[in-house]
């Protein structure tokens, strides 16, 4: 009997779901009938090419098959078993570092851009002359496109001609040599500074905006309690940036881990030979596919990237959800 009334009453809620979701549709029909142009956009733009990606994962698609694109043999697995497991492949073995050196980048660059964010948005929210003009200069970075960033800082990281070496080393006797910044373990870095420079303003801005929402009469009443600085910033400032925190970091991870333009510029060559270092995933997946015509390992890479990016943003989700909900 109980069993009975259960669903019953499941029946019952499905229904009036089903119906609240109809009145909806009829009471909004306007603007739905407003997004369809957009839908229709996003099916072309988006979803369609997506779904022939995922299908070209699955073809021996390479150089020699290339006149039959889509038609091409379906081989199942295979071409994520090159990427992912496959001891004898080159393009598993350049995968797996650019998955490494993804990983070191993106964690890096997005703690540097939100610690640095948060510290200048701080330093600029502050009353002082010549304030608008700061700001306007902190600005430059976020104009200047990445493809210039790229090339402007790969002369910059040159070891004897390089301004970087030359201010280090030549004037302010900092660095007992001239590195090298674009071979070896230093080429991470030769990538991960310049983008941090680049992603400094938007960070700054969104904290910025978070900072003047906060009304000072927290601080007012903090101040009256006897908390210190650091006090008012841990319990007032901090858990009321959190929304905006959350914004700027899944901001920061997806473009840091879909990250092309920089590496490819700075070291040339289409997407460039950057070597065990310097290699991104966007990289070395669009070197393997365009370059070495091996587009079905290519678009297994791109879709297992996306598997963990969708990982990331779920997980994300679950961790700042109660800041997401608009109260």
């Known amino acids: 009997m109980d069993i009975q009334l259960k669903k019953s009453s499941i029946g019952v809620k499905r229904k009036k779901s089903t119906s609240d979701l109809l009145y909806s549709i009829k009471q909004n029909i306007f603007a739905y009938v407003l997004l369809i142009p957009a839908f229709i956009g996003m099916m072309f733009i988006h979803f369609i090419p997506m779904i022939n990606g995922i299908k070209i994962s699955f073809l021996d698609l390479n150089m020699k098959t290339m006149r039959q694109f889509l038609d091409a043999p379906f081989v199942w697995f295979d ?3 090159e990427v992912l497991f496959d001891k ?4 598993r073995t350049g995968f797996w570092q650019a998955l490494r050196n993804t990983g070191i980048y993106t964690f890096v660059v997005t703690t540097g ?5 948060l510290i200048v948005a701080m330093l600029v929210n502050r009353e002082f002359k010549g304030k608008g003009l700061v700001r306007t200069a902190l600005l430059m970075p976020w104009v200047v496109p990445s493809y210039v960033v790229g090339i402007v800082w790969g002369f910059m990281w040159f070891q004897d001609t390089g301004m970087v070496n030359r201010v280090f080393h030549d004037l302010l006797h900092i660095f007992p040599t001239k590195p090298f910044w674009l071979v070896g373990v230093n080429q991470i870095w030769a990538i991960i500074i310049p983008t941090i420079w680049r992603g400094l303003p938007m960070s700054m801005i969104l904290m910025l905006a978070g900072l003047q929402s906060i009304s000072p009469d927290y601080y007012e009443a903090a101040e009256i309690d006897g ?6 910033f841990w319990n007032i400032t901090l858990p009321l940036l959190k929304p905006i925190l ?8 997806i473009s ?3 990250s092309y333009n920089i590496v490819s510029m700075m070291f040339g060559n289409g997407a460039g030979i950057p070597g065990e270092w310097g290699d991104l995933l966007m990289t070395n997946i669009h070197r393997n596919s365009f370059q070495l015509w091996q587009f079905g390992p290519g678009a297994a890479a791109m879709v297992v990237v996306m598997f963990f990016v969708l990982i990331i943003v779920a997980l994300w989700y679950l961790f700042f959800k109660e800041d997401l909900v608009v109260k």
Do not use: E, P
């Open 79 to 81: 071409n994520y078993y």
């Open 88 to 91: 004898n492949s080159l393009i």
């Open 113 to 117: 851009t939100l610690v640095l964010g």
């Open 227 to 232: 908390a210190n600085g650091w006090q008012q």
């Open 246 to 253: 959350s914004i700027n970091i899944m901001f920061s991870l």
């Open 256 to 258: 840091n881990i879909y």
